[in-house]
């Protein structure tokens, strides 16, 4: 098993450029999430999926979009990139919502100009 | 006030030293306490994790809850070089109250020199 993957693992984007973080994962699990992680902040938790077709808000949603049409795969857009999005970009996936055991993926570095 | 404190460190150690990493958190519904560990460019793996208080032993890492402190520790023995990385903290209330969701700390670096 592949486990969870994400691409690309690093992009440069000017301001107000979209793009799309791919995360796919191939256990079979029904939930998944997006997390950002910056400096002195910890992993925030973006948007969460608790199965296909259902995704909900976490705690920093603004200027981020989800869709989950299949249980492997849980893009995450952004919409008009802003330097405050530059950070490290963790999808997740897991059980149980909130389970435990929290499968991370490799990240995505982001630096938005 | 965050949820969940954590001194961000770096701890630097010799290798061979008793390594004490520490929580304090401030939701006392928390009941599911988990240790992190994410070596660097890398995504983070659970370590271990304990129910409500008591401790946890797993080969040389042992955990601890002190429910009545809000104060969660992580001891690690004999500490290796390869024990470099950073330590996260997360918690999540009981099953049954509502959104399931971890709350993580920012993460304590530690560094075990050889």
């Known amino acids: 098993n592949a486990g969870v993957t994400q691409t690309p693992k690093f992009q440069v984007l000017k301001t107000g450029q979209s793009m799309t973080l791919q995360c796919a994962q191939d256990m079979n699990h029904e939930y998944m999430s997006w997390y950002r992680q910056d400096p002195g902040m910890g992993l925030r938790l973006i948007h969460y999926s608790v199965g296909a077709g259902i995704t909900d808000q976490g705690e920093v949603p603004n200027g981020y979009n989800v869709s989950r049409s299949t249980t492997e795969d849980f893009p995450l857009r952004l919409l008009s990139a802003a330097p405050s999005q530059t950070s490290v970009y963790f999808c997740?996936?897991?059980?149980?919502?909130?389970?435990?055991?929290?499968?991370f993926g490799p990240g995505t570095r982001l630096l938005v100009l | 006030q965050k949820e969940v404190e954590q001194d961000p460190g770096p701890l630097s150690v010799p290798e061979g030293a008793i390594v004490s990493l520490n929580c304090t958190y401030s939701n006392s519904a928390f009941q599911y306490f988990m240790w992190y560990r994410q070596y660097s460019r890398k995504g983070p793996e659970l370590l271990m994790y304990?129910?409500?208080?008591g401790n946890k032993e797993d080969g040389r890492f042992t955990a601890q809850v002190d429910k009545s402190s809000k104060y969660i520790s992580l001891f690690i023995r004999d500490s290796q070089p390869s024990d470099s990385a950073t330590y996260l903290c997360?918690?999540?209330?009981?099953?049954?109250?509502?959104?399931?969701?971890?709350?993580f700390g920012t993460g304590t670096r530690l560094l075990v020199s050889p």
């Open positions: 997740a996936s897991s059980t149980r919502q909130g389970g435990k055991t929290q499968y």
């Open positions: 304990t129910y409500s208080s």
């Open positions: 997360a918690m999540r209330p009981p099953v049954n109250t509502g959104f399931q969701k971890l709350v």
